[in-house]
């Protein structure tokens, strides 16, 4: 399959990390991924190519979860102070 984006375990800084993300959650769906990087200590590598539709599905349920968790505590919180 043609991939479209490398991504390097080993060598992800934090805020190429946080963009990454980001563009994944924010633009992706339609794209083929080449993850690889180290196994542990070892001088194993590994090698994972994916469609990024699954792991952006997986990130929109995890958002949609943390935003639905915070709005409960905003709400309780509302409750106590002003109650």
């Known amino acids: ?10 060598n992800v800084g934090l805020i190429e990390g946080m963009t990454g993300a980001l563009d994944t959650l924010l ?3 339609e794209r ?3 993850v690889f990087g180290p196994v542990g200590d070892s001088d194993k590598e ?4 994916m469609p990024d ?7 929109l ?3 949609r979860n943390v935003a639905f968790v915070s709005l409960l505590i905003s709400l ?3 409750m106590l102070v002003y109650a």
Not at 1 to 10: G, K, L, Q, R, T
Not at 46 to 49: G, Y
Not at 53 to 59: E, G, I, K
């Open 1 to 10: 399959p043609h991939v479209d984006e490398h991504v390097d375990i080993a």
């Open 46 to 49: 590994f090698e994972l190519i």
């Open 32 to 34: 083929m991924l080449r």
């Open 76 to 78: 309780f919180t509302a």
């Open 61 to 63: 349920i995890y958002s």
């Open 27 to 29: 633009f992706g769906g």
């Open 53 to 59: 539709y699954s792991l952006r599905n997986a990130m």
